[in-house]
């Protein structure tokens, strides 16, 4: 599904979060979002979600504007995780996995169906939560939570998978298998993927695309090759950086005069 979005912006109160963005994501593609806190990557991410509306300018999924769609087929075709979600909610680790399938349960449908049961089975295995499923949501560590979230995200089989920080919280091995899996889902089934992260580096292996946001706009945007440069991190992050390239992937390092400056 292809996603298109001319000008738009959003404000909260008189603050401005989201500031005349234009972006397109086909098919079977993911992109980006990076920028530090602030920079307009949660915003951006619920404005496609449906969870908020755009003050100005127009989001298109296909060539029609997202405000012409019901809440039914919004449920069913796009999936948001965030990575907040309160782990007071008294549920169970399966029911909450299984709420992702309610939008597609028939009228007067009061039960799971085998191929719920099934689809759940099978993400609890990918993502190594098979053990948390009789847990509740308020026994789970922060990584544990997050693996969980983005199962219940994938349990859709959405057209639309938009994830907030999916890393947040996880160890360096958890990072990657979460990403490889995202990746894998994306081409697999031809979804297309917007992801809100702070790691440069992940976001370089496993991205089409990349936009770099600085206070609600756009700064650079494209190829990761394109996007990081030592240059343009430092303008947005105000570190000084080597940016060292090994094979796709991109590492950016803190330079030690950078350091110093700050311990003196």
Same mark, same amino acid.
């Given at each position: 599904?292809?996603?298109?979005?001319?000008?738009?912006?959003?404000?909260?109160? *008189?603050?401005? +979060?989201?500031?005349?963005?234009?972006?397109?994501?086909?098919?079977?593609?993911?992109?980006?979002?990076?920028?530090?806190?602030? *920079?307009?990557?949660?915003?951006?991410?619920?404005?496609?979600?449906?969870?908020?509306?755009?003050?100005?300018?127009?989001?298109?999924?296909?060539? =029609?504007?997202?405000?012409?769609?019901?809440?039914?087929?919004?449920?069913?075709?796009? #999936?948001?995780?965030?990575?907040?979600?309160?782990?007071?909610? $008294? +549920?169970?680790?399966?029911?909450?996995?299984?709420?992702?399938?309610?939008?597609?349960?028939?009228?007067? @449908?009061?039960?799971?169906? =085998?191929?719920?049961?099934?689809?759940?089975?099978?993400? #609890?295995?990918?993502?190594?939560?098979?053990?948390?499923?009789?847990?509740?949501?308020?026994?789970? #560590?922060?990584?544990?939570?997050?693996?969980?979230?983005?199962? +219940?995200?994938?349990?859709?089989? $959405?057209?639309?998978?938009?994830?907030?920080?999916?890393?947040?919280?996880?160890?360096?091995?958890?990072?990657?298998?979460?990403?490889?899996?995202? =990746?894998?889902?994306?081409?697999?089934?031809?979804?297309?993927?917007?992801?809100?992260?702070?790691?440069?580096?992940?976001? *370089?292996?496993?991205?089409?695309?990349? +936009?770099?946001?600085?206070?609600?706009?756009?700064?650079?945007?494209?190829?990761? *090759?394109?996007?990081?440069?030592?240059?343009?991190?430092?303008?947005?992050?105000?570190?000084?950086?080597?940016?060292? @390239?090994?094979?796709?992937?991109?590492?950016?390092?803190?330079?030690?005069?950078?350091?110093?400056? @700050?311990?003196?």
């Amino acid at each position: 599904m292809r996603i298109e979005l001319k000008n738009v912006s959003f404000s909260y109160n *008189s603050v401005k +979060a989201v500031d005349k963005v234009s972006l397109e994501i086909d098919s079977g593609k993911t992109l980006c979002l990076v920028g530090p806190n602030g *920079s307009g990557k949660t915003t951006l991410l619920k404005l496609v979600a449906s969870l908020i509306r755009p003050k100005e300018g127009v989001i298109y999924l296909d060539g =029609k504007d997202l405000k012409t769609f019901d809440i039914n087929e919004i449920a069913k075709m796009l #999936s948001y995780s965030d990575p907040h979600l309160p782990r007071t909610l $008294p +549920a169970r680790v399966i029911d909450f996995i299984l709420t992702s399938r309610y939008p597609f349960h028939k009228a007067f @449908q009061y039960f799971e169906s =085998k191929d719920d049961l099934e689809l759940v089975d099978f993400l #609890s295995r990918e993502l190594k939560i098979s053990h948390l499923l009789d847990r509740r949501l308020d026994q789970l #560590s922060s990584g544990e939570l997050q693996r969980v979230v983005i199962a +219940a995200a994938l349990a859709k089989k $959405p057209k639309v998978l938009l994830l907030d920080e999916p890393s947040a919280f996880l160890d360096i091995r958890y990072r990657f298998e979460v990403m490889d899996i995202v =990746k894998k889902y994306v081409a697999k089934y031809g979804a297309t993927s917007i992801v809100a992260l702070h790691d440069i580096n992940i976001a *370089s292996l496993y991205c089409d695309t990349v +936009a770099l946001l600085n206070k609600g706009k756009i700064v650079a945007c494209g190829p990761p *090759s394109d996007v990081f440069s030592s240059k343009v991190v430092e303008e947005v992050y105000g570190v000084k950086v080597e940016i060292i @390239q090994v094979g796709s992937y991109y590492v950016a390092f803190p330079l030690p005069n950078y350091r110093d400056r @700050q311990h003196t």
